[in-house]
């Protein structure tokens, strides 16, 4: 066979076969993406339901928490806890009995008699939100104790408007069309997600300042009130450097107010040092705190309220 006949065909099946490995290609893309588009789908759904399930619960509230309408007066020996934070406290994904301050009324109901624990979240809220939630209502309510659930979003006092789009299609096209979520995921690990960026600016010295001036009105305002308060800082699933970081910053401002702290950040970090962030998780598209995670607060935080003697006026049953 001549040498130009050969060399034509020899070209014709590699382009065939070049043809072939890209349509095979792009037919496992395709099956790949819609088999990860159904999976998401299918958890997008599931964290659609939960949070439903916690709506419909708030919707009966008059303040929008996902908890029972408490009486403003309380019954003689009581003792009275508020828990108040944001969607940490609220549930956000997770079904609302398992957020950390329903999970610490649970505990503590089963060894000590004449407690109420109030769950006071919404999503969304920051310090300044709780504090304006307690002059307008909430200190009405013969508080013994209040717990301020806090995380590190909460030095957002209006100052810098948060962007809430996500540049993951246009920074990691091929992956999104796969999966939106694992772009997003991507993204957020590089720490250039939206939130990310406005999460730093929260953070810068001017910021900062105007928070540290809410903290002190907020402290004076529990004091001249005679309303103890405990601040527990509690982290996210990502227990990485920014977080500590963040942590670390904000935890000054806090005591210079005058609160009481509880840094639950070591103890997250080395109790469940053996979870990856997606088991730490509410669920598989819901980055909010899981079933793990808030039974170590709940713990973490009724061990320390014991070890202080916060309840040493009550009979327990066990």
């Known amino acids: 066979m001549p040498m130009s006949k050969l060399s034509s065909r020899s070209l014709l099946i590699g382009l065939l076969y070049g043809f072939f490995l890209l349509a095979l290609v792009s037919i496992l893309i395709l099956f790949c993406q819609n088999s990860k588009l159904a999976s998401d789908n299918k958890d997008i759904e599931l964290n659609n339901q939960v949070n439903r399930v916690n709506d ?3 919707s009966r509230n008059p303040y929008g928490f996902t908890d029972r309408i408490w009486p403003v007066k309380k019954s003689k020996g009581v ?4 828990v108040t934070g944001d969607s940490f406290i ?29 769950n006071w979240g919404k999503c969304g ?17 013969a508080i013994d104790l209040l717990i301020i659930g806090w995380v590190d979003n909460d030095p957002d006092v209006g100052r810098i408007q948060q962007i809430y789009k996500s540049d993951a299609e246009t920074e990691h096209p091929w992956i999104y069309r796969i999966s939106p979520a694992l772009a997003e995921n991507m993204l957020n690990h590089e720490n250039r997600h939206p939130y990310d960026v406005w999460l730093a600016q ?36 990502a227990l990485d450097a920014r977080a500590r970081h963040n942590f670390d910053v904000a935890k000054p401002l806090l005591l210079n107010a005058g609160f009481e702290c509880l840094d639950l950040y070591g103890p997250s970090a080395h109790l469940l040092d053996k979870y990856t962030p997606m088991q730490m998780q509410a669920n ?16 973490e935080v009724q061990k320390y309220l ?11 049953h066990r």
């Not at 014991?306 to 327990?316: R, V």
């Open 56 to 58: 419909s619960i708030a």
């Open 79 to 82: 003792y009275r806890i508020a």
């Open 90 to 118: 609220w549930g956000d994904g997770l079904p609302h009995e398992k957020a950390w301050g329903h999970k610490l009324r649970s505990n503590l109901a089963e060894k000590y008699d004449s407690v109420e624990v109030m």
């Open 125 to 141: 809220w920051s310090t300044l939100d709780e504090f304006n939630f307690l002059r307008n209502h909430g200190c009405d309510y």
């Open 202 to 237: 929260i953070y810068s010295k001017e910021n900062l300042q105007a928070y540290q001036l809410v903290l002190d009105s907020m402290h004076q305002y529990l004091w001249d009130r005679h309303i103890p308060a405990l601040l527990v800082m509690t982290p996210g699933t």
């Open 284 to 299: 598989a598209v819901n980055g909010h705190p899981g079933d793990v995670m808030t039974e170590t607060f709940a713990k």
């Open 306 to 316: 014991e070890q202080h003697a916060y309840f040493k006026s009550l009979s327990s």
